[in-house]
C-alpha cells in the first residue's frame, strides 16, 4: 500500500508563490514516476506536471509551462510543485500520484495511487 501526504497549498495573491510537496510512503520511491494533477470545481481532473523516477525528465502542462517546476528528492521519497506567476485560474485541489513505471506520464489512467488532495486558492 502506497500513503501520499500532499501540504504547502494555501491562499495567495496572483502573482505570488507556492511550493506543494508530496511525501510517499511504502513503496520504493525511485522505482517509480510521479505527477501533480489539479481539479477545479465544476470540472474534470487534468494534468499540471510529471517527473521520470530518475527526475531526468519532466513534462508539463501548457498552461503551466514555464511558471511551475517539478523536481524530487528520492532520498526524502518526496516530490516537489514550484508554483510561480499564480493565476486565479491556477485555483484548484492538487494531487500528486505514484505512477506505474518510469514515466513521465500526462495521462491520469496511468496513475494507479493519489494523494488526498491540497488546496489552492488564488486571489485576483
Known amino acids: 500500500q502506497v500513503q501520499l501526504v500532499e501540504s504547502g497549498g494555501g491562499l495567495v495573491q496572483a502573482g505570488g508563490s507556492l511550493r506543494l510537496s508530496c511525501a510517499a510512503s511504502g513503496r520504493t520511491f525511485s522505482n517509480y514516476a510521479m505527477g501533480w494533477f489539479r481539479q477545479a470545481p465544476g470540472k474534470e481532473r487534468e494534468f499540471v506536471a510529471a517527473i521520470s523516477r530518475s527526475g531526468g525528465n519532466t513534462a508539463y502542462a501548457d498552461s503551466v509551462k514555464g511558471r511551475f517546476t517539478i523536481s524530487r528528492d528520492n532520498a526524502k521519497n518526496t516530490v516537489y510543485l514550484q508554483m510561480n506567476s499564480l493565476k486565479p485560474e491556477d485555483t484548484a485541489v492538487y494531487y500528486c500520484?505514484?505512477?506505474?513505471?518510469?514515466?513521465?506520464?500526462?495521462?491520469?489512467?496511468?496513475?494507479?495511487?493519489w494523494g488526498q488532495g491540497t488546496q489552492v486558492t488564488v486571489s485576483s
Open positions: 500520484a505514484v505512477g506505474q513505471g518510469f514515466g513521465p506520464y500526462r495521462k491520469w489512467h496511468l496513475y494507479d495511487y
